[in-house]
């Protein structure tokens, strides 16, 4: 009924960039908030960034001023923007979103597959 379908993600040296792109797919009514995650092996999957249906932004600490949110709700589509990348970033990736599909009452949680971001030195 619904799918989250990830890309961007790859291996990059520090300093550098990537741009994730997720797209939401199926019977959409309506798209809430927006986020990625990522997790470590054997860690806690932790909120990266996160987009109400509003535009309003929320960053974990440790991204604040490289990373940026946006969201195209015309494309069903969040983005993350990942600039000046440390091997600290290095991850799975998942998008996320709350949103509602037809024929069902309330909205939902979807997870992308996670897309991998390696960083290194």
């Known amino acids: 009924q619904v799918q989250l379908v990830e890309s961007g993600g790859g291996l990059v040296q520090a300093g550098g960039s990537l741009r994730l792109s997720c797209v939401a797919s199926?019977?959409?009514?309506?798209?809430?908030?927006m986020g990625w995650y990522r997790q470590v092996p054997g860690q806690q999957r932790e909120l990266v960034a996160g987009?109400?249906?509003?535009?309003?932004?929320n960053y974990v600490d440790s991204v604040k001023g490289r990373f940026t949110i946006s969201r195209d709700n015309a494309k069903n589509t969040v983005y993350l923007q990942m600039n000046s990348l440390k091997p600290e970033d290095t991850a799975v990736y998942y998008c996320?979103?709350?949103?509602?599909?037809?024929?069902?009452?309330?909205?939902?949680?979807?997870w992308g597959q996670g897309t991998q971001v390696t960083v290194s030195s």
């Open positions: 199926g019977s959409i009514v309506s798209i809430n908030a």
């Open positions: 996320n979103a709350d949103l509602k599909i037809l024929f069902r009452a309330g909205s939902r949680n979807y």
């Open positions: 987009i109400s249906s509003g535009g309003t932004t």
